[in-house]
């Protein structure tokens, strides 16, 4: 079984920055790919950035340029890092790891980014 715990979410104003963190436990973490989720108010959630084991980055379009997300295999640790927030960035983030057809899901953080 895997747990995933996100932190680093926080209210932060327009142009500043954040890092979130992600601890996994459980099985073999190296092979699986992470990524950063995100549900605002009233949408769905949508991709944020994810990586697979082999280094390999998808962004949305929406945060290019601004988000970078990276992983630590041997703390079995993910992370986001997001300069420049806007107010529109502002949702609860989940960290998730996809593990063939599985999908684990952290409990989310709570970003708000003040204009």
């Known amino acids: 079984q895997v747990q995933l715990v996100e932190s680093g979410g926080g209210l932060v104003q327009a142009g500043g920055s954040l890092r979130l963190s992600c601890a996994a436990s459980g099985s073999t973490f190296r092979f699986d790919a992470m990524g950063w989720y995100r549900q605002a108010p009233g949408k769905q959630r949508e991709l944020v950035a994810t990586m697979t084991g082999g280094g390999s980055t998808n962004y949305a379009d929406s945060v290019k340029g601004r988000f970078t997300v990276s992983r630590d295999n041997a703390k079995k640790a993910v992370y986001l890092q997001m300069n420049s927030l806007k107010p529109e960035d502002t949702a609860v983030y989940y960290c998730?790891?996809?593990?063939?057809?599985?999908?684990?899901w952290g409990q989310g953080t709570q970003v708000t980014v003040s204009s």
């Open positions: 998730n790891l996809a593990r063939g057809l599985t999908r684990y």
